[in-house]
């Protein structure tokens, strides 16, 4: 599959790294700010050869004179922030809950090892090689924050106002979308996710719906999603009622008695948003939320939700190989 990526202006000194990469897990949007004297860079890819691929492709906005002070991570899953190994020195700007969230994340040295495949036949082995084999674990260290801050953060690079604000728990414990007001752009981080069905960990929907409103209450014409391609105002409105219809038929199946795999599989039988790819994510983002629904506050365990997923997915792939 196809991962170009290229650094593309979206206002003046303002630009996104957008991997091409429907149908699979990994490839984050990052943003850079380029002012007179600074740059700041919106998280970083999953691995360091994808990192130092985006710093050579920045190195042209940049020049000879400026580089990379600050990065702004918009939550704690690696895929938005294994990268920073590559940028030795930076001040690195996350929410408070960002280092209790970082307590949950699997390692570098565990994703290596999950990843490598499983027996053959084995639903969790077989889908982590599909989609995160691609990645290079190793040489990666978890680099946390060194400025953290709960609430909004209002910085100043050279005069651009950005403005960071709490969203989380919502995709996962600690995250934060970055405003750009002048330029009317967001990155959204994984509040947000275009062209596949998202993935939430934390939850409730509720509280992604509402990072998305405020996202929206901005005014902002750009809206920079975790993964896939850019949205407007239009767009991030389809996401929220398709949140809206997650959480609305979650509530309903749960009260009815449905276990929540089994309300997984009716979300994803019944067809609806058939151009999202990744269906299987559903029985993560439907387990959030039930968990919620039921009061559940034990800390969820990630790779089991991984495990359910792998199982529809691997008797869907079954399934239309039968065909
Ligand atoms: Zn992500």
């Not at 509530?251 to 151009?275: C, K, T």
Request: charged fraction near 20%; glycine fraction near 12%; hydrophobic fraction near 40%.
């Amino acid at each position: 599959m196809s991962e170009e990526a290229r650094l593309t202006a979206v206002a003046d000194g303002l630009f996104v790294w957008c991997p091409e990469g429907r149908g699979t897990w990994g490839l984050a949007n990052c943003g850079l700010l380029v002012t007179e004297a600074q740059a700041v860079l919106v998280d970083t890819p999953y691995d360091l050869p994808r990192t130092r691929r985006l710093l050579a492709a920045a190195e042209p906005v940049l020049g000879p004179d400026r580089s990379i002070g600050t990065v702004l991570l918009t939550h704690s899953n690696g895929d938005h922030s294994y990268g920073l190994p590559a940028l030795p020195g930076v001040e690195v700007i996350g929410t408070e809950a960002y280092l209790h969230a970082l307590d949950h994340e699997p390692t570098p040295e565990q994703m290596h090892l999950l990843t490598r495949g499983g027996a053959p036949g084995e639903a969790t082995g077989w889908y982590l090689a599909k989609h995160f084999g691609r990645y290079d674990f190793t040489g990666l260290e978890i680099v946390p924050p060194t400025r953290v801050f709960s609430g909004e953060l209002d910085l100043d690079v050279d005069g651009t106002p950005v403005r960071l604000t709490q969203a989380g728990p919502a995709h996962t414990d600690g995250d934060l979308w970055v405003h750009l007001p002048e330029q009317g752009v967001v990155f959204a981080g994984d509040l947000v996710f275009a062209g596949d069905h998202p993935v939430h960990w934390a939850g409730p929907l509720a509280s992604v719906i509402d990072g998305c409103e405020r996202i929206l209450g901005t005014g902002a014409e750009v809206i920079v999603p975790g993964h896939g391609p850019l949205l407007g105002p239009a767009g991030l409105r389809d996401y929220v009622d398709y949140l809206s219809w997650v959480a609305e038929r979650c509530r309903v199946l749960r009260l009815g008695g449905i276990p929540a795999q089994d309300a997984a599989l009716r979300l994803i039988d019944s067809g609806r948003y058939p151009e999202l790819g990744l269906p299987e994510r559903l029985a993560i983002t439907v387990a959030t939320e039930y968990r919620h629904l039921s009061g559940d506050q034990d800390t969820p365990d990630l790779v089991g939700l991984v495990g359910a997923a792998a199982r529809i997915a691997l008797a869907r792939a079954e399934a239309a190989a039968a065909l």
